[in-house]
Each structure stands twice: as structure tokens, then as C-alpha cells.
């Protein structure tokens, strides 16, 4: 059949790829997925199927329930200082169909928005559906992957719109510092941009402070803050995000989305309610889970010959350098993966600035994780 000109020549990510290697092997320790290995705690599960009984089982409204919206409020206001209504919320099919919306109501052909490398692979391709022209940005390990405003003026041009914000950074794991964050701000406002600032993994933080870029002076106005439950409430197969945006913006994306998914699961929506409600200590002791296996890894990486780990301030993403082994960062990836049944991913496949770094995801039990490091150190001794 023939397919799309757009699609005819789309072949699978760097991410992909490895993925799709894993499922037809065995014996493979899979450092390459960005998912808790924690299933949803049993008072969430018991929360979305409670509300199946009590007969939520009809169309959601096209913007999320308001219960839903005020939780995500309630959370944002108690860990980040955010105040804002529920009515500048939308709830989303994970946090992954945000951009896409956001990208639809926002962009016009030919509209440019800067990409910050190395970046989470999806955006590009969400700039690019919805007529946009994704520009990179690249960044420097030593500056936190955080651009400056001299490097940020250099690429702008009259087509500039937005830019994209991840911090904590997947892959790097980086956290933007304040100060960073407050020149992208003046950045930002110098050129009358929009920012989408996708914080998705804000509850994961182990040095330093999460910044919510909303709450710097004038930003509310201009940001869309992008947030889920996958990674803080281990809730990756609900399928549930949300968003806090203009109401312009919001209003537009309830429109795409009767065109598109009709709203959000039902129970995925009351589930994440309760969540939103009731788990931050749980989100507390898995955040510092997350910390000690982090910590544990970077340690035996840096012991690794040609291997050089930054420590990261968050997330559960460690990046490290492999550049002096002399192999890409592909050749690396498939090497370690071919030969010592270790799966991490590419770096290049989060944009150019990514080559010469892997991204080891921290998201399984710390025997796994000592294992994964034992056959990679063997592995890396002809360096
Ligand atoms: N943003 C970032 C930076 C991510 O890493 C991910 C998941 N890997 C998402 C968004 C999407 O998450 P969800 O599963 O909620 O769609």
C-alpha cells in the first residue's frame, strides 16, 4: 500500500532500534527504558477501579474532570509554589501527547522552535507534524546542557516562536540552575517567545532545586508546563498527563482533542485524582530509591576505563561520557549490547551534542543494576 510521502522514508529511531534489537534476545539487562520498574501502588489501582464502579464509564469531559485539574493544582502549589486555576489545566493521554497539541495550537508553517540538545527524541518529530522547524540548540556538559543567552541569541532568527524546556533532563539528568533559567527568561521575553517546559520528572531531584519555570517573574503567562504521573507515580500504562497553559492554548487543545482522542480515560483520570492527592511520600522514597541506585552506578561507571560520569542532579537518567573509548556512541551501544548483553541507548539519538555519551536508565532493582555495571566494566577493559 502506499504510504505517505511524509512517512515513506521514516525509518525507526536510535531509541527504536535498540528496542526493537532487545525483544528478540535473551539475557539482555535492559538499561535502555525511561520506566519506573515499580508497578502503581494497590490504593491507586483500587482508586480507578472504584470509580469503574461507581459507573465513571462514560465520556470524560473534553478538558479533564475538575477533580482531576484541582489535584494537579493542589500538587504543583504544595512542591513547586505554582498557583494557578484549574481552569488553565488539561489532562492528556500521558504526557507524551502534550507537545502535539500544544505544537497544533500553537505553531504556523515554517514556525521555528528551539530544541535544546541533547533533547527527548519525540519533539523533534512533534515540531515537524505540526508544521513546525525544529532548530538545535547545542549545549555543553560543563554548562549543565543548559544553553547560555549569548548561544540562545546566536540561533534565533524572525521565525523564532518557542522553545523547549527539560529539566531534569532526559537523557542527561541535568538540572538548569536558577540563574540559567533566569537568563532563558530574559531570553524568552526579549524575543516574545513561548516556552513549553516539560517537567515530567520534577519529584526526582537529588542535589540542587527544581525549578518551576512558571513561577519565575512573567513566565506564567508565556509557559506550558507539561507534567504527568509515568515516572513520579509509576503509572506509565494509564497513560496520564496534564498541562497548565493559557486559556487560549487550553481551550484550542480541548478542540484538537475532540478531533483526536475525545478527552482522557476515564479511570485513568480518577486514579490519577487520588494519586495526585494522596502518595507524596511514597513519590519521596522512590525519588530517593532512585538517588542511592544513581549514586551506585555513577560510582562503578567513573571506575570504568573510558568511561567518565557527571553526577546527574535528577531524573533517574545517568549520561556518561564514553568518547574515550574512541567508539561512537552507536558503536558503543551495539557493541555492549551484542556482546555483553547490556542494553543502554545511543547518545546521538538525542541530537548531535548527545554523540560520545550513553544513557543508562537507573529503572531497575540495584542487583540488576550491580550486574549490568559488573559485565559492562569487563567489556570495558580493552579500552
Ligand atoms: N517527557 C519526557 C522528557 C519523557 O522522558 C517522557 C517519557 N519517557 C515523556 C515526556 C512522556 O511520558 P508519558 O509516559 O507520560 O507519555
Redesign the pocket.
Known sequence: MELARKFRDSKPSGMIRVFQAIEKMNGVLNLSI?EPDFVTEPDIVDAGAKAAKEGFTHYPPLQGYIETREAACAYWERHHGLKSSPDNVYISV????IPWLAFGALLNPGDEVMLIEPY?TPYEAQIKGNGGVPVPIRTREENNFAPTIEELRASATSRTRGIIL?YP??PSGRVATRKQLEEIAQFVEERDMFVLS?E??ESMIFSGEHVCFATLPGMKERTLL?A????SHCM?GW???YLFAPQNVINTMCVLSSYQTYGVNTLSQKAAEYALNTQDEKVKERAEIFGERMRAVEARLNAMKGVKCHRAEGSFYLFPDISQTSLTSEEFTWQLLNEAKVAVLPGSAFGQTGEGYVRIACTQSMETLIESMNRMEEFCRRF
Open positions: 525511561g500521558g504526557g507524551l501527547h527527548f527539560n533532563g532526559n516539560d515530567i520528572y507539561a504527568g504521573l509515568s515516572k506509565t497513560r496520564i498527563g
